[in-house]
């Protein structure tokens, strides 16, 4: 039997709630601050008959930025619907998947029906392409992906059959073609025949 004194009294005591950090990248849906950082690139582009500005930006998130949001503007209004599909559905990606760079791949993965051209060297198959170029560029800026490593070119020397043959210009009309390489540089020369190309002579046989 339990004894309670008068000068005690019993309450219940509730538990605190477990508020759990969410770890880096796992975040539903990012807020977005009041002000944030944010670069601006110019595409021109033979896809789109004006430029095109994209405005891609940035916060910081346990240290690490990530970005958040992107806008896709230009005075071509015939495209400006489109731009508006890309730019809400490019940030709303950034603010809830937790690794958005696959959206680079997506973007590169769509081809222009009438064909694309050729950029520093590099094909650019759609105007997304370009998009996703300059996501990927923005990436690398900020440091939020690291830059990938191109291998090292090694330059080696390759001996040719024409850096090891003499010049021919100034040569007389008198040397005959060589039974052993097929050239015209054999001569008579101190009394026997000498290729001055591949170095054959009859006086070794």
């Keep these: 039997?339990?004894?309670?004194?008068?000068?005690?009294?019993?309450?219940?005591?509730?538990?605190?709630?477990?508020?759990?950090?969410?770890?880096?990248?796992?975040?539903?849906?990012?807020?977005?601050?009041?002000v944030v950082d944010a670069k601006v690139y110019k595409i021109k582009s033979p896809f789109v008959k004006f430029n095109v500005y994209v405005t891609l930006s940035y916060i910081l998130e346990y240290g690490k930025k990530r970005p958040i949001e992107i806008f896709i503007n230009s005075k071509d209004l015939?495209?400006?619907?489109?731009?508006?599909?890309?730019?809400?559905?490019?940030?709303?990606?950034?603010?809830?998947?937790?690794?958005?760079?696959?959206?680079?791949?997506e973007l590169r993965s769509i081809y222009d029906p009438n064909g694309g051209y050729f950029k520093s060297g590099k094909y650019i198959q759609s105007f997304y392409s370009e998009v996703a170029d300059v996501i990927e560029r923005?990436?690398?800026?900020?440091?939020?992906?690291?830059?990938?490593?191109?291998?090292?070119q090694m330059d080696l020397p390759i001996a040719t059959e024409l850096d090891e043959q003499p010049e021919l210009s100034n040569?007389?009309?008198?040397?005959?073609?060589?039974?052993?390489?097929?050239?015209?540089?054999?001569?008579?020369?101190?009394?026997?025949e000498f290729c001055v190309l591949c170095g054959f002579t009859k006086c070794d046989k």
């Excluded at 019993?10 to 770890?23: D, G, L, M, S």
């Excluded at 923005?138 to 090292?152: N, T």
Aim: charged share 35%.
């Design 78 to 105: 015939t495209h400006a619907a489109e731009y508006a599909v890309l730019t809400r559905l490019i940030s709303a990606i950034f603010r809830r998947a937790d690794d958005p760079h696959f959206i680079l791949e």
């Design 171 to 192: 040569m007389n009309e008198d040397y005959k073609i060589c039974p052993d390489c097929n050239g015209r540089g054999l001569k008579f020369e101190n009394g026997c």
């Design 1 to 34: 039997m339990l004894k309670i004194n008068k000068n005690h009294s019993i309450r219940e005591v509730k538990k605190k709630p477990i508020v759990k950090t969410p770890a880096p990248g796992n975040s539903l849906k990012l807020k977005r601050p009041e």
């Design 138 to 152: 923005f990436f690398i800026e900020e440091k939020i992906i690291a830059k990938k490593k191109q291998p090292k």
